[in-house]
């Protein structure tokens, strides 16, 4: 029997089958039945008649948003001075900003807790700006690296000839550079924001439980045995993830198609 290529994805599609689409159809099924296993939409009625469900969820999407720009205001200019090889010809500070992301999560989020509480940011009574100043700190190397990458495959001759055109350093970074890096831009956003949305451990320990995630919210209803309605809410959070996935995809596919012709 000759050997086919294609059989080297057998172990990948029996890992995704396994570890992927099974779980997904176990939450499928647990958020559209109750505790008896039978088909029910009360867990959907459940969640809208909450309005504690609605608000948390959307308290999620408020840090998710304020994480995600202060990562990338933060990141950005980051990201350009190492891409710069003027100014950073080795690969040593790129490293020293990506090898926190190394350290175990809930180690470097206990170790942000001690260092808030040594220099005076209490995490029980500045809960909120705590949280934020913890989440900028896990995620932005998940926005410095694909910037990074993004910036390093940038056409040079595009800056030169929007300076030689008569363009100031202003038009050149917003009508030229942004363009060239919305690629990357968008993947940043990406990878901050959904995780942001899902995440619990940051929150619960810089905020001392005072700030509530949609991520610590599916945990508690697990944690109470809860399956159904657990189940239920991490099929929301799949659905958003979903949504976000396709939405970056329609801007990465906007700008290989046209994003460079239109800066022009």
Same mark, same amino acid.
């Given at each position: 029997?000759?050997?086919?290529?294609?059989?080297?994805?057998?172990?990948?599609?029996?890992?995704?089958?396994?570890?992927?689409?099974?779980?997904?159809?176990?939450?499928?099924?647990?958020?559209?039945?109750?505790?008896?296993?039978?088909?029910?939409?009360? +867990?959907?009625?459940?969640?809208?008649?909450?309005?504690?469900?609605?608000?948390?969820?959307?308290?999620?999407?408020?840090?998710?948003?304020? +994480?995600?720009?202060?990562?990338?205001?933060?990141?950005?200019?980051?990201?350009?001075?190492?891409?710069?090889?003027?100014?950073?010809?080795?690969?040593?500070?790129?490293?020293?900003?990506?090898?926190?992301?190394?350290? +175990?999560?809930?180690?470097? #989020?206990?170790?942000?807790?001690?260092?808030?509480?040594?220099?005076?940011?209490?995490?029980?009574?500045?809960?909120?700006? #705590?949280?934020?100043?913890? $989440?900028?700190?896990?995620?932005?190397?998940?926005?410095i690296l694909p910037l990074y990458t993004t910036m390093l495959k940038m056409d040079k001759n595009q800056i030169e000839a929007s300076k030689d055109l008569g363009a100031n350093s202003v038009q050149t970074f917003f009508k030229v550079i942004i363009p060239m890096t919305m690629p990357g831009i968008?993947?940043?956003?990406?990878?901050?924001?959904?995780?942001?949305?899902?995440?619990?451990?940051?929150?619960?320990? $810089?905020?001392?439980?005072?700030? /509530?995630?949609?991520?610590?919210?599916?945990?508690?209803?697990?944690?109470?045995?809860?399956?159904?309605?657990?189940?239920?809410?991490? $099929?929301?959070?799949?659905?958003?993830?979903? /949504?976000?996935? $396709?939405?970056?995809?329609?801007?990465?596919?906007?700008?290989?198609?046209?994003?460079?012709?239109?800066?022009?």
């Amino acid at each position: 029997m000759r050997f086919k290529r294609k059989y080297l994805s057998i172990p990948y599609i029996l890992f995704l089958i396994c570890f992927v689409v099974i779980p997904i159809l176990f939450i499928v099924y647990y958020a559209f039945t109750n505790k008896g296993g039978q088909f029910s939409f009360s +867990n959907l009625v459940k969640f809208f008649q909450d309005s504690t469900n609605v608000n948390v969820l959307l308290i999620s999407f408020v840090y998710a948003i304020a +994480n995600t720009l202060i990562c990338l205001v933060i990141g950005y200019p980051l990201a350009m001075l190492l891409a710069n090889k003027n100014i950073n010809k080795s690969y040593v500070l790129v490293m020293l900003f990506i090898m926190p992301s190394w350290i +175990n999560f809930v180690i470097r #989020t206990s170790a942000t807790r001690d260092v808030l509480n040594w220099i005076g940011l209490s995490t029980g009574e500045h809960s909120q700006l #705590t949280t934020i100043i913890g $989440l900028v700190y896990n995620y932005l190397p998940f926005v410095i690296l694909p910037l990074y990458t993004t910036m390093l495959k940038m056409d040079k001759n595009q800056i030169e000839a929007s300076k030689d055109l008569g363009a100031n350093s202003v038009q050149t970074f917003f009508k030229v550079i942004i363009p060239m890096t919305m690629p990357g831009i968008v993947s940043a956003a990406t990878m901050v924001f959904m995780p942001t949305l899902s995440s619990y451990v940051i929150s619960d320990i $810089l905020s001392e439980y005072n700030v /509530v995630l949609f991520g610590s919210y599916i945990d508690l209803y697990f944690n109470q045995a809860d399956w159904n309605f657990g189940s239920f809410m991490a $099929l929301i959070m799949l659905l958003l993830i979903g /949504v976000s996935v $396709l939405i970056s995809r329609k801007f990465s596919n906007e700008d290989e198609t046209g994003g460079r012709a239109s800066i022009w």
